[in-house]
């Protein structure tokens, strides 16, 4: 059954929907994307960045209501965006390796494993320049799959 609702005055766009029918999406206001969860009633809930970002989305979103996405700072050239996680009202900063430098989660699943991109420096590049080129090192882009310490429905090794 179709049914058209207006959910927003704003310009909006939808990433993912849960078997609960809640939906994360991005809101855009003032040329800024904000990250959102609209519920089956239709009300949308802006979701916080992390300290001292501007903009962020947005993207999966599991049946527990667990939004993931990344929240970004300024433009300019220091930082980039990282990944969040949304849970309960409280936007955190996703867990990843030392060194990243960037990263965006793009999907949670029932279990609570997240996936996404991020950027760590590529060592290969840093150990050719030496230690002056450290500052210009290249980073390589990585496909993550996070999962929740404890959790015992990830792959059994036997």
Avoid: H
Wanted: some cysteine.
């Amino acid at each position: 059954v179709w049914k058209r609702q207006l959910v927003c005055d704003d310009q909006m766009y939808l990433c993912s929907m849960n078997n609960a029918g809640q939906i994360a999406g991005v809101i855009t206001r003032d040329a800024l994307r904000l990250p959102c969860m609209v519920d089956v009633s239709g009300q949308v809930t802006q979701i916080d960045l992390l300290p001292g970002d501007v903009s962020g989305e947005a993207r999966g979103i599991n049946s527990a209501g667990t939004i993931v996405g990344f929240s970004d700072d300024p433009a300019g050239p220091e930082g980039g965006p990282l990944a969040f996680v949304w849970k309960n009202g409280t936007t955190s900063q996703l867990a990843l390796p030392v060194g990243t430098t960037a990263s965006a989660a793009f999907g949670i699943n029932e279990q609570g494993q997240i996936a996404g991109l991020l950027d760590v420096p590529d060592a290969d590049s840093a150990d050719e320049e030496g230690e002056e080129g450290e500052e210009d090192a290249e980073v390589q882009t990585l496909a993550f799959r996070w999962t929740p310490k404890g959790s015992d429905k990830g792959p059994v090794k036997k």
